[in-house]
């Protein structure tokens, strides 16, 4: 991808090469990185400067934003070739990382980055602008996910006990593992992982026979205690399906927003669960 004088000679040619991330106070930091060559010229004069880039995500091109160079550069010609790297930051808001991690859903995400600069021929300065698309695959999205320290999803209180009762510290292992793989876009193993999670407290929570019967005869007359147990009840038979298949012998899938939905749940159970105990 190259920006050309107004006779078609090459000023600087721009390959995108990668993309990384850092933390930002309050934000997220996209780094793109852009190798650039420029070839020979007898008669330099030609310069390519004042440059940005638009960032563009996702199929539909959506605009994320705006990038600038991590230093000012001027891209001169002269006899010689050169060759380097230039680095586009952006900073985007954790609103912005989430809808990406919505667009995505567990694979790779798509970039454009519409590289925009003045140009000077020696005759003629203009502005110019040149489209390079870039595929993250779903290691290396996962990877600036990491750098930047990203915590996607919803806040929920969980315990920090320095000793947890065994089946806490099975929940818990379980919890870490399907957030895991809500990154990784598998979300039957999510939904399969919380309900390990549930499974290792429910059955020490309250007596759940009991709930499981007043549910059959009158459930009028449930406390608010045994509705709470019925609702998680009603999250473990949900969660059935990922381990078995359904009652046509198939088997069953789930999307994003239900796997979303069974770990915020899952978590907010954990939560609840301890603090019964304590």
Known sequence: MSITTSSGRIIVDFEMKSIQGAPAIGAYLLKFSVAYSMPPHEEPKA?????????????????????????PKTF????????????????????????????????GIEFKL??????????NQLCDS?????????KEWIDVLKLMEYRGGILLELPMDIRPSDEVKTAL???EKAKE???YGNYDDVVAKCRISLESIISNWGDIKTVRNQVKTNKKCMSKQQRFFHAIDQIVHF????????????YVSFTRSEAVFVLGS??????????SKN
């Open 239 to 250: 969660t059935h399906l990922a381990h078995h298949s359904d009652e046509d012998g198939e």
């Open 181 to 183: 793989q809500l990154y």
């Open 173 to 175: 292992t379980a919890i």
């Open 266 to 275: 899952t978590m907010s159970a954990i939560s609840s669960y301890v603090e």
């Open 130 to 138: 040149i489209s390079i698309p870039y595929i993250a695959n779903q």
């Open 114 to 123: 519409d590289i925009i600069g003045e140009y000077y021929d020696g005759l």
């Open 76 to 107: 001169k010609s002269s006899i010689h070739q050169q060759k380097g790297g230039l680095l586009y930051e952006l900073l985007i808001s954790k609103d912005a990382l989430d809808e990406i991690e919505r667009i995505r859903v567990g694979e």
């Open 47 to 71: 310069y390519f400067h004042k440059t940005l880039a638009k960032i563009y995500v996702g199929k539909n091109n959506i605009l994320l934003g705006i990038a600038n160079p991590e230093q």
